[in-house]
């Protein structure tokens, strides 16, 4: 049981991206698509804090605490930071994308968006 | 294909991926026990070696700086394609309507929290290298805060003050400069993006040397870049509202 626990934070990042990736395949809407791309983007996130955590670790900022402390691991938060960011401005370009193809096309279901135009 | 035999490939490919990923999680070290020593070393040397209190930011500009300008580019280049997409070939400038915003408390209220909004984002923006913020959390707050001259006045005010040319040229110099400051110390034959700035004293807000230049760039970069997103797509919303209408 204790074996189990230890690893089922990773096993609820696991299940989140599954969960982004079966929204992605049965999509009827692309601004759906979008949002579940952003939910298996947000597994990454829960996999990243939950490997860098420490037991009784503080937070990785040196303000009244000995610079000896131990502190969770600041290179995987740093990692996540960057990643939010990335998220953010991708989901943007995804959506000017979707309005785009809304503007051409008519609809915005990803199956009847087969049709190539030149 | 139909949306049954997609999912059928779907549930097929959900097999592997957890099969996969059970496989490569069940022997991680125990939870709570991470045992990557290169965290635990820049814990350990970061308040030494740059004189910054926050490691978080201190990996973010400048023990993997590097990593960070490819991000930062990341953005510019998603921004600059957001607004390629969405541009109008012949703009359609004043046809929308001159809306006269709402009530006087809500004008009040929204110009007293823009302030607040706008200092807490410049606090965050300048204190990266000691306590938890940095440039792109101070970024998005400021570019959000202005969305609050959006709501209370209408999208004329609110173009006017994210005036294009200047918003524009704003993100390009936040992240030009976080390359300029990187190639600087290539002129004295040191590795790129070397905190080669006086460190100062710790805990004081001009220490930790580029950190906190960095910091500051990568605000203004966020902030422009979040500008433009937000008149970018607002545009487009109003330009189809006019053609609805």
């Given at each position: ?49 939950n490997i860098g955590y420490r037991v009784?670790g ?14 969770v691991d600041?290179v995987v ?42 | ?27 991680l070290p125990p939870w709570g026990h991470y045992r990557g020593l290169y965290g635990q ?205």
């Amino acid at each position: 049981m204790t074996a189990f626990l230890h690893i089922y934070p990773y096993l609820i990042a696991g299940w989140i991206f599954l969960c982004g990736l079966y929204g992605i395949a049965t999509s009827k809407h692309l601004v759906h698509m979008v949002i579940s791309l952003a939910v298996m983007q947000t597994s990454t996130y829960v996999l990243l804090l939950n490997i860098g955590y420490r037991v009784h670790g503080a937070a990785p900022v040196f303000v009244g605490v000995s610079p000896g402390t131990v502190t969770v691991d600041p290179v995987v938060q740093a990692l996540m930071l960057t990643d939010i960011v990335v998220e953010a401005t991708i989901m943007a370009l995804m959506l000017a994308m979707a309005d785009r193809a809304h503007d051409r096309a008519g609809t915005l279901s990803p199956d009847d968006l087969r049709m190539m135009r030149g | 294909m139909t949306a049954k035999w997609r999912l059928g490939v779907f549930w097929v490919a959900a097999a592997g991926f957890a099969l996969l990923y059970f496989a490569g999680v069940k022997n991680l070290p125990p939870w709570g026990h991470y045992r990557g020593l290169y965290g635990q070393m820049i814990s350990a040397v970061t308040v030494y070696e740059r004189h910054a209190t926050d490691a978080v930011n201190a990996v973010t500009y400048d023990y993997r700086g590097v990593d960070t300008l490819g991000e930062e580019f990341i953005l510019f280049a998603a921004v600059l394609g957001c607004m390629v997409l969405l541009r109008e070939p012949e703009r359609p400038s004043e046809m929308a309507k001159p809306d006269k915003g709402l009530s006087e408390t809500v004008k009040a209220t929204a110009a007293a929290s823009f302030a607040s909004l706008l200092v807490l984002g410049i606090y965050l923006s300048t204190h990266g290298q000691l306590s938890p913020g940095g440039g792109f959390q101070g970024g998005v707050v400021i570019a959000s805060a202005s969305m609050l001259i959006y709501i209370a006045e209408n999208f004329q005010v609110f173009k006017r003050i994210t005036s294009h040319p200047l918003v524009e040229a704003l993100e390009s110099l936040g992240a030009g400069f976080y390359a300029i400051i990187g190639m600087v110390p290539l002129g004295f034959a040191l590795p790129f993006l070397t905190n080669w700035l006086p460190l100062g004293t710790t805990g004081t807000l001009v220490s930790s040397g580029t950190i906190a230049v960095i910091s500051c760039s990568v605000g203004l970069e966020v902030t422009a870049a979040f500008l433009l997103l937000g008149y970018t797509f607002l545009e487009e919303i109003i330009s189809g509202e006019n053609e609805e209408a």
